[in-house]
């Protein structure tokens, strides 16, 4: 039995003390109200109106019972509208992610974009992970939104805009590289590089080493590290290079002084660098489950796709052909 309507036709009976008018103000015919008034009685075991030819009028039960339908009633409706603005994203919990390499600027801009975007009721639950995580949490249910690296395996996803940060090269002062406006891969040889953990993104791993290799440098040894004062550390003191966007080390928009914030630091001695002819970049979109997104995510990928573009320098990387998928990555063919 649907309970809820019982009650709203036992309501509408009880406060309209007629029938015909309750049928009416229900948008239904009088036979099937009389019904459900018969049939909730027999639910309840009471009998809720004294039913004569000319009136009908409310029992003590029913009285009694009347203030407790319309809380009932009252909690349905609260129910459902909850209900409804959790499907619009209007409140509620949205657990989302951002890769290690994002600069604290961006990440500000992009939470004061979706706090701009009328999102006060929901709960943003935000974590830092790298891509392959992502994925394993996008697979398990335990994510609704992230920003991620391509190449991926995006199955099952819905994206957004893919964005181009291009990288440059993180070298120390003395190289003989640091003296020059842009530096080529290949005069990068004999210094090791330091990347991020294989683990964290594999496909771009991958695919950095090949275009290194393509352009001439193959370093002697690959290190693993992630903490920008580590991998600072190690560029000065291991003869090692390591690749990053401009934003990484600018302490304000991406035409700044590259070196302005390296010289407010410690590691003085470490210059940043962009590479010859552009040919290493990092590329982002905002995916979520496909089939799954409702305003809350669009309201989050709004605001990582404005704040990669004004704090990062991003800009759209649209592919010449076509976009195809390969069983473990995503590669621009």
Known sequence: MDLVRHLECFVAVAEESHFGR????????????????????????????????????????????????????ARSEALMATARRIRDGETGLLRAALPPDISGDTVAALLAGFAG???????LELHELPTAQQLERFAAHELDVGLIHHPCDVSGLELGPVLRRELGVLLPRGAAAAGLDEVPLASLTGYDLILFPRTG???????????????GYTPPAVRHAQGASFVRGLVLSAEAVSFSPRDAHSPGESGADPDEGLRRGPAAGVVWRPLTGAPLALRHSVAWPGGRGDAAVAAFAE?????LRTTAGATPDLPSRPLHLRPASEYWL
């Open 117 to 123: 975007a009328g999102r006060a009721g929901v709960e």
């Open 22 to 73: 309750a049928a009416a103000r229900l948008g239904m015919a009088q036979p099937p109200l009389s019904q459900r008034v018969q049939r909730l009685e027999r639910h309840l075991g009471v009998r809720l109106f004294d039913r004569t030819s000319r009136q009908v009028t409310i029992t003590e039960a029913g009285a009694l019972l009347l203030p407790e339908a319309r809380e009932v009633l």
């Open 201 to 215: 993104a594999p496909a771009v791993y991958d695919d950095l080493l090949t275009t290194c290799a393509r352009n």
């Open 303 to 307: 605001a990582a796709t404005r704040a």
